[in-house]
């Protein structure tokens, strides 16, 4: 019995698919090109954005009817699934901890592990076998071939139940990424769904779009039988895809004019020079002479309280006259003072969690960030080069 070919189908979704296939590729080559130094938590994302690349292609080739022309191709991409939920998981953690254990790598096991097994036992099987499996997934009402695949029924239990585990997969991971972006906030004394910019927030947006992610594909998996309704889950991924291309897009330097965007912000604004100029000076003496920053809970309404003004122009003179933001304005003073503490030989019994903590930090992570991106190193090596 001749395998039957099927005719192209091409609409909307195969095309939403495909361009988010080929955007998926080069997202994934930005990130894993960027994922040295510092920014080794790209090498996770860009896996992930790798890893949903490949599924949309073969998504797309069942879609379109092409796998019938690629038939050993048919279920390549299935470790995949396994490996998604946790490299996301990987990428906010890493990212939020700026520590890298080789622990993680474990995480990674069960689709290194279902790899080996479809090696074994799937890859290899004829094309007969993978025709069946190609029209079970999209055409079931399609009349099967005979076939003869070698491996006893057992052996099969793991690729039949690939949907389920994948679904134990990212619900696992799902919850447990939430608990973690949880923790990270309520150390930062912020509301999870705070409107405040803080680091954190790409992290709780991205996973947000995560969990729909895993909303999304429990419910098609409910209300499709087979795999008919893969479209509509490659449909949202590439959706994320395409989101997050746009926000590397805003985020990058390459856009920006500040001085265009300060002046459009504040165009309306009441702020005098000579406001500026007493704003600034007490300014000068609250953070040099009373240290305010050193306080955990100091914020952005509480120094313009103490300086008189209201937050619109206090977050108006910090922009205009010095280039900065709030938070970036006080992540300056606070990696001074404990750059300070760690050069003093007095200071050498002082834990860094406490030093982070005597200087305004509640959470070790977010020092360790913040003292990275403004000195290069980690607390830990700058103690070590300032000892000797």
Not at 113 to 141: D, R, T, W
Not at 294 to 316: E, N, V
Request: hydrophobic letters at 45%; one cysteine or more.
């Amino acid at each position: 019995m001749t395998p039957a070919t099927l005719p192209v189908r091409a609409d909307l979704f195969s095309v939403f698919i495909l361009l988010g296939f080929v955007q998926g590729l080069i997202l994934a080559y930005f990130f894993l090109s960027h994922s040295g130094g510092d920014k080794r938590p790209n090498l996770f994302l860009g896996g992930l954005i790798l890893g949903m690349a490949i599924l949309l292609g073969d998504v797309w080739l069942g879609y379109t009817n092409y796998m019938f022309r690629v038939l050993w191709l048919v279920d390549f991409s299935e470790p995949i699934n396994l490996l998604l939920a946790p490299l996301a998981f990987l990428y906010i953690k890493i990212s939020i901890t700026q520590r890298e254990e080789k622990a993680n790598w474990l995480h990674l096991l069960p689709a290194i592990i279902y790899f080996l097994y479809m090696c074994v036992l799937i890859y290899p099987q004829g094309n007969a076998y993978k025709y069946n499996c190609n029209i079970s997934a999209y055409h079931p009402e399609m009349e099967m071939m005979v076939s003869n695949r070698y491996g006893s029924d057992w052996m099969f239990f793991l690729k039949d139940r690939i949907t389920d585990l994948t679904a134990l997969s990212m619900v696992m991971y799902n919850l447990a990424g939430l608990y973690f972006l949880g923790n990270a906030f309520k150390k930062e004394r912020l509301s999870f769904f705070t409107r405040e910019k803080s680091a954190l927030s790409w992290y709780r947006n991205f996973h947000l779009e995560l969990t729909a992610l895993v909303i999304i594909y429990l419910i098609v998996r409910l209300s499709f039988p087979h795999d008919l309704g893969d479209h509509i889950i490659a449909a949202f991924i590439a959706f994320i895809i395409y989101a997050t291309s746009f926000t590397v897009l805003r985020r990058s330097l390459f856009f920006q004019d500040n001085n265009v965007r300060s002046a459009r912000k504040y165009e309306k604004s009441s702020l005098t020079q000579e406001i500026r100029f007493t704003t600034l000076k007490k300014l000068d003496d609250l953070m040099n002479s009373e240290k305010v920053f050193l306080d955990p809970g100091f914020s952005l309404p509480m120094l313009a309280k103490r300086l008189g003004i209201s937050t619109h122009h206090l977050s108006q003179i910090l922009n205009e006259e010095l280039g900065q933001s709030f938070f970036d304005f006080v992540a300056n003073y606070r990696i001074n003072e404990a750059q300070k503490l760690l050069r003093d030989e007095g200071s050498n019994f002082i834990k860094i969690e406490e030093i982070a903590q005597m200087v305004g930090y509640n959470s070790k992570s977010a020092f360790n960030t913040s003292f990275r991106k403004l000195t290069g190193y980690t607390p830990s090596e700058f103690k070590k080069n300032a000892v000797k």
